[in-house]
């Protein structure tokens, strides 16, 4: 368990890392083209131009770290402030402060956020543009300075010893041992974070210095993958054979290195084939003064010779570590799929990869095997999702609301993914937990949906299933009338936690007033209000058809101290994750007693004509009686 915590801890923070810079990569790619054509020794050399290059290291790629780094931790305010925090060691050194940013950005954002935390509630209307201007003005000033004394120096010394360090290992001939450490947590769970928290800050600075970085091409070399799969290609068996050629081009020429990770997983010693491929690059890398001027992200061979210094040396150099290490790759890679049993479940294997790397993976679709026929003599449907309170128990009362026209004999309920019950033969879920979902019960029909208050799905699934079940509607009702075997709930929907005509800058600050509504109200616990985020971050809460009901995760359901709801109107609309929110249900559920008044607001929400009636509501009472039509 604790082994299993501490990886959880360094997934977490290997991704808050690589998420500070990744969105700033555009960034990163245009000085490094600037660099290339414009410096003295470039393509175009310009004097003029290449005065670009160093306002560009220097200023805004840690601006654009910090801003980020504190935009994460605390939205747009957690930015500013992260931003001015950076300014602090920005001037306090003479080499570009990457390092320095990704300390001072999330700090900054943290700072604030606990003060905002800690006002929250107490300041008097009228006054609040005035706080959070002077809190962020000031806090952010303290830090800038606090930054320019003491972290500057600090982050100096300890890039100026990463530097010597890198130095010492390649003129010792070491360099390449770093491949026993690079390839494993590439194909675990640290891709990302390895090259862009780690080596491309560092090889930034020895951009700046000496004009290229070696430590540019460490993680990005396409070599060991693209040898791993061609070994796939001649040695392989069944769909990971047939899929091998494929992959190959996607993780080359694209540049997507996760697309080859569920293969090596199928077979675990292949790590062996990728540490020696990485291994013999970085050797030969080394010994022929390879090198990358700018960051290549992502890592395919396109964006190595892009970023490759303009001379003949440097590209032989590049281009002959790639294909060394795919060489000897694929040599070790056959031995080892030739001399032992192989499995031949990639989608297993791609499930597995994602749990390793604690996120969503863009490439594990590619994998999914295609569902079958939808089981013969189906009796049991259920909705799942992470905590089964919300949006599992609204989409299963919509489900369960057509099957009882459909007057077909089935059980619909819900649940959280970790309780599906070994007998289910239909589960539903949201697309992104579909995975944890097969996991758990992998023989069921697994259907992902993207919107659970209008998916065409379920008008698709009662269609199939209609043409194996009859029974009386006396009978289903009988069955649903069982299911929901609770008193009636109307009194759980109160006027006072009804809000009218509410404004709000993000989804956190939304999901946060929720939060602190169910807590006033004594439903919660104040802990309850960070998990109802922590939710969101998991799987979005936006239900479709404007609507978004954010909750706690499974684990805060012991925060629970009695069932309530609260309403909140947000006509202009408020952006989760892409999906404009006007109806906000702040859910807190405890025994499954506010099951039945959810499935009056699925059903109610269901159709975009109460929508649009309760977001013009004028008044709480109004609202709630549309809601206790339905």
Partial sequence: MAQSNIKVAVQKFGNFLSSMVMPNIGAFIAWGLITALFIPTGFFPNENLAKLVDPMVKYLLPLLIGYTGGKLVHDQRGGVVGAIATMGVIVGSDIPMFLGAMIMGPLGGYIIKKFDQFIEGKVKTGFEMLINNFSAGILGGILAILAFLGVSPAVDGFTGALVVGVDWMVAHGLLPLTSILIEPAKILFLNNAINHGILSPIGAEQIRTNGQSILLLLETNPGPGLGILLAYCFFGKGTAKQSAPGAAIIHFIGGIHEIYFPYVLMRPLLIIAAILGGMSGVFTFVLLGGGLQAVASPGSILAILAATPGNAGSYVANISGVLVAAIVSFIVGSLILKTGKQTEDLDEAARKMQEMKGKKSSVAGSFTKQQGEVPASVQKIVFACDAGMGSSAMGASLLRKKVKQANLNISVTNTAISNIPSEAQIVITQKELTPRAQNKVPDAYHISVDNFLSSPEYDKLIDQLKNDHTTSKAEEEKKVSAENNTDSNDGLLKEENVFLNQHFSSKKEAIRFAGSVLVKGGYVEENYVEAMIERDNMTST?????????????????????????????????????????????????????????????????????????????????????????
């Fill in 542 to 630: 936006y239900m479709g058809n404007d609507v978004a009901i954010p909750h706690g995760t499974e684990e805060a359901k012991k925060n629970v101290l009695r069932s309530g709801f609260t309403v909140i109107q947000v006509p202009e609309g408020v952006d989760f994750d892409g999906e404009k929110v006007r109806l906000i249900f702040g859910i807190a559920g405890k025994d499954g007693t506010h099951l039945e008044i959810l499935s009056g607001i699925a059903i109610t929400c269901s159709d975009m004509d109460n929508i649009e009636k309760m977001v013009h509501a004028k008044s709480a009472k109004e609202l709630m009686t549309i809601i206790q039509r339905n």
